[in-house]
Each structure stands twice: as C-alpha cells, then as structure tokens.
C-alpha cells in the first residue's frame, strides 16, 4: 500500500489492515443458508449438533452463529458439546461424525460448518451405511458446508441431504474486477460478497455438470 500498490482480500479478510476491498463469502449468511437448508430438509423440531474447524477462525464463528440464528425459532435444540472442533483434519472430523451419533442417538441433524468429513468420501460412506435407514427416512439428516465434486458425487448417491458452497471462481473474476478498477483510480465497494450455493437432490445433477 505504502509504495502505492492496491491490495485487496479475497476468501479471508482481514478488516483491520489496509486493504481496500475484501471479496468473498458473508460467513453469517452462509450459516444461516445451512440452517435455512435444513429445515427445508427436515421441518419437524428436534436436537442437532455442529462440527466446526479450529474454535479461533472467525469466518466458521460467523457460520456457527448463522446456523443458531436459523434455527432459533424451530424449537431445535443444540446438544451440549457442539461445535466440536476438528482443527481442518479430515479424519478427526470423521471421527467427530460418529461421536456426536454415539453421545446422542436421537440427535436430528449434523450440520458441519465446514466440507471436512465429506473430504474422505470412504469415511464418509461409513459412517452413513451405519444409519443409512435413519438417513433415508430424515430421522438423521446430515447438511454440510461446501460444493466440491466428490461431496457433489456424495450427495447425488444419497449420502447427503444438502450442501451449501462458497462461489471460488466468482470470487477469483471478482477479484481481478476489483484489482483492474483500482488501478483506474475507480471507487470500489469496501466489502464485496460472492453470495452461496444451495445444493440439493433435485439440482445436484446440473452442479455436477
């Protein structure tokens, strides 16, 4: 900035430095598209449970909160101990799948904040065929974050309700928008947000495409 040289943010801001423009996800929206979703997905009340990545990155604390926000007024209940925390590690996240099922059998829904359990697909499988039945019929709903083939692939077989996806390559054409309007010396809004993608069984296929 000092030698004159714009700079922007994009996918993770950071709002106190210098930067001129910041383009990407509105994490609170996206949290409240995942809750939004599933309760599309299952509108009858009952407990759900949030696997987030690490308890300090602010962008998943909005997504927490997105999702508490949509689900306030359907008499859901949070069960203790969510969000669990994997740190961005696949298999922990998994892992953290099966516990919230064995800590609450009747739990609802799990909403991962992020794509990390559905990135080992195998894992992934795994812990649906479990309960494929409960997740067949909705007594066990799992919407999660992110649109990435393999989760596309995932959800088109069925193990899956729902996703919600960040738009990368609009943040990417945004980007450069915003970086070729400063150098002109044009005005560029602070914040610019790419918006969401809400993924389900019956569009799944043109995602895919």
């Known amino acids: 900035m000092e030698a004159g040289i ?3 943010t994009f996918d993770s801001d950071a709002p106190d ?9 509105d994490n609170k929206q996206f949290g409240t ?3 939004e979703l599933l309760l599309q997905v299952k509108p009858d009340r009952g407990t759900y449970g949030m696997i987030s990545g690490g308890a300090a990155a602010p962008n998943l604390a ?3 909160d997105g999702v508490r926000e949509a689900l306030a007024g ?3 209940t949070e069960v203790p101990g969510s969000p669990t925390f994997s740190n961005d590690d696949i298999a922990t996240a998994v892992q953290q799948m099966g516990d919230l099922k064995t800590a609450n059998p009747d739990i609802g829904a799990i909403v991962p904040v992020g794509g990390w359990p559905m ?3 195998d894992g992934w499988k795994n812990f649906v065929d479990g309960f494929k039945a409960d997740v067949d019929s909705k007594a066990l709903a799992p919407v999660v974050a992110d649109t990435l083939p393999q989760q596309l692939q995932l959800l088109s077989e069925g193990y899956a309700h729902g996703t919600v996806g960040q738009r990368p390559y609009e ?3 945004v980007a450069m928008d915003t970086l070729l309007a400063l150098t002109k010396g044009e005005t560029v809004e602070d914040i610019i947000y790419t918006g969401v993608d809400v ?5 799944v296929a043109d995602f895919l495409k």
């Open 199 to 203: 993924v389900t069984a019956e569009n």
């Open 33 to 35: 598209a995942l809750g």
């Open 74 to 76: 359907s008499a859901r």
């Open 62 to 64: 909005l997504r927490v």
């Open 17 to 25: 430095s210098q930067r001129s423009a910041y383009v990407g996800t």
């Open 119 to 121: 990135f080992a697909p």
């Open 6 to 8: 714009p700079v922007i």
């Open 171 to 173: 943040m990417g054409r």
